[in-house]
């Protein structure tokens, strides 16, 4: 059994940046895939960014390639996500999740999620 719990959604202003965090429980964090999606209320849960067990492979969605960074911390069992230069479209719920698939985008392939924190940018 894997717990996330994310941290560090906010209200921002359109251009500024927000750093979330995502503490998982347990001794095997680092052979976890981990990854990073988001949901508004008109959209399903979309795929934001994932990295691989060693934070070396990354992927990211299009929308925030360039602006978003994904990277991790096996020692202190974290996963975070930079986001800078955010829009107004970035709006949304903030879920990251583990996968014991390898990295990837699927959100089916993902078998723990946490509770969300919400990221509000204003334009």
């Known amino acids: 059994q894997v717990q996330l719990v994310e941290s560090g959604g906010g209200l921002v202003q359109a251009g500024g940046s927000l750093r979330l965090s995502c503490v998982a429980s347990?001794?095997?964090?680092?052979?976890?895939?981990m990854g990073w999606f988001r949901q508004t209320p008109k959209k399903e849960r979309e795929f934001v960014a994932a990295?691989?067990?060693?934070?070396?492979?990354?992927y990211y969605a299009d929308s925030v390639k360039g602006r978003f960074s994904i990277s991790r911390d096996n020692a202190k069992n974290t996963v975070y996500l930079q986001m800078n230069s955010l829009k107004p479209e970035d709006t949304a719920v903030y879920y990251c999740a583990s996968s014991t698939s390898g990295i990837n985008l699927y959100r089916g392939q993902y078998g723990y999620w946490g509770q969300g924190t919400q990221v509000t940018v204003s334009s």
């Open positions: 990295l691989s067990t060693s934070g070396i492979t990354t």
């Open positions: 347990g001794r095997t964090f680092s052979s976890y895939a």
